[in-house]
């Protein structure tokens, strides 16, 4: 257990919907990041945020956006959502360099 | 050129056996990151590396920063070890990963 935990782990909708996934770091990291593993591209980086800020970006499409709040969870927002979206999600958190990942929400566009 | 680069891409090895996992990166890279992803899905986080060697039971990873080059070694390799072996460069705060590498260990 990597003390990372994210919600919902499945989630099923369809296309033009928008879902948001969920987040909570380990206890006093303050760092967040978001990932995307689909089939054809595999792990990519798709953005961070460090105590509230947006510290740096990936391919991170306009239809997706994110925000770290007080408490240090995060969100990840997915709209108008494509076949294409349908791929895991995970997010770790770190207080340095090394990183914990979370078990993942796979999501499904149908 | 991707910036992180792994091979090989599948291994299937029999019990037992010594398992090497190269990774090779590009320049500006200032730390590498050895993950396994289970079956399930999940991501476990297994070394990161700057300089030298980091050893954990029957795993150890290399990195020679002169040839931008890491190895993932497993010794005595059993059934379990079954997973994909995922390599990722740091860099700018952020990390680029390889494609993987899925090994398969046979009983």
């Known amino acids: 257990d990597s003390g990372v935990t994210q919600t919902p782990k499945h989630l099923i909708t369809a296309t033009g919907q928008r879902v948001t996934l969920r987040c909570s770091p380990r206890?006093?990291?303050?760092?967040v990041y978001w990932y995307q593993q689909s089939l054809d591209q595999g792990l990519q980086f798709l953005i961070q945020?460090?105590?509230?800020?947006?510290?740096a970006k990936g391919n991170i499409l306009e239809r997706f956006s994110a925000q770290q709040f007080p408490d240090l969870h995060s969100e990840l927002n997915l709209s108008s959502l494509e076949l294409g979206d349908s791929a895991l999600y995970f997010c770790?958190?770190?207080?340095?360099?090394?990183?914990?990942f979370g078990p993942g929400t796979r999501l499904t566009v149908l | 050129k991707n910036e992180v680069e792994q091979s090989p891409q599948n291994l299937t090895a029999q019990e037992g056996e010594f398992i090497t996992i190269n990774c090779s990166y590009s320049?500006?890279?200032?730390?590498l990151h050895w993950l396994q992803q289970h079956p399930g899905g999940g991501i476990v986080s297994l070394f990161m590396?700057?300089?030298g060697k980091k050893k954990h039971g029957r795993l150890i990873a290399t990195i020679n920063i002169q040839e931008k080059h890491s190895s993932l070694h497993i010794t005595a390799s059993h059934p379990r070890d079954s997973a994909v072996y995922i390599c990722?460069?740091?860099?700018?705060?952020?990390?680029?990963f390889g494609t993987g590498t899925r090994l398969t260990i046979i009983p």
């Open positions: 206890s006093g990291d303050l760092s």
């Open positions: 990722a460069g740091w860099r700018n705060e952020k990390l680029t």
């Open positions: 945020y460090y105590n509230g800020e947006e510290r």
């Open positions: 590396l700057s300089s």
């Open positions: 320049v500006g890279i200032s730390a």
């Open positions: 770790a958190s770190s207080k340095g360099v090394g990183q914990f």
